[in-house]
């Protein structure tokens, strides 16, 4: 039996089904997964953390992984830059449910699988995670809410294989990331906007997006900076394997403090500026920078 050619309206009506039931990311395979995303090839790379919809171009928030020179004895090193939405469920306290009445579609070990498969796969980093010695790994938060810091992420990383080093963020954000002592008057807490009473709009608490699932490990963050940090001065750099430099510049805006990391133009590679949020907040301005966001957005 020859089967009857297909109309052009059912080949539109066909296409248009499959774009709307199959994920963007779906066929793209980066790095052997589908939430990985290439800046520049084996050495930086994104791995998306689907917030309430498994779309990652909806609000997704965004880690970047950053293929580092060897240390002086050889020893692999990484960056990654974001922390990603945490755990979506689980004991205790939801606090990304709590602030937003929804709950986002990942784990911190499923995000930490994304950043796996990019130190792994030889088509990327060509590392081995599994080795001993391990990879080092350092994470740094784009700022202190929930959604790019997070403990639950940091116990992920502890648990695996790689080699924990720090989680990072600028020490203007110290309060809204602990909730360590007073404000205005008032002694916080470890949960729901620091249980700062605020006299207006709740999206306006200066404590909004504290993040409270699993209480932040002081001993596991180290803070950049200090409290007088100009905007865009650098605070800490590193080199990346291909040999470009890397600077995290103090930020503030979307909250008190903010990081930015940037990668100059060398070697035929444009300038590359990873905001502390969205371009609109961002105190720091890289005009001919390629400027990503630490969120994904329709």
Known sequence: MVPRRLSFGWLWFLTFA?????????????CGHDRVEEISPGVIYKVVSPSWSLDIEINGSNLYVFKLAAGPTGT???????LGNGD?????????????????????????????????????????SG????????????????????QEMVEAVKASALRFQAAHYHVRDHQLLTCEGSYEGQELEDTLNCGFQFDGPEDQNPFRGHPYRLTIQSADWQPLGSANDPECQTLLSFNLADGRQVRIEADRGHTPGGLVLVVDPQAGHGGLAFLSTTRGASHCRYPGYWELEPHNFS
Do not use: W
Not at 93 to 120: C, H, K, N, Q
Not at 131 to 150: F, G
């Open 76 to 82: 692999p090193r990484v960056v990654v830059f974001g």
């Open 131 to 150: 080795a001993k010695p391990s990879v080092d790994t350092r994470l740094i938060a784009q700022h202190a809410h929930l959604d790019h810091a997070n």
């Open 88 to 128: 979506g469920s689980g004991p205790g306290s939801d606090d990304f449910f709590a602030y937003t009445g929804r709950r986002p579609m990942t784990e911190a070990s499923l995000d930490l699988a994304g950043v796996l498969a990019v130190i792994d796969n030889p088509s990327c980093f060509g590392l081995d």
């Open 18 to 30: 499959v774009v709307l039931v199959v994920p963007p990311y779906a066929s793209a395979q980066i």
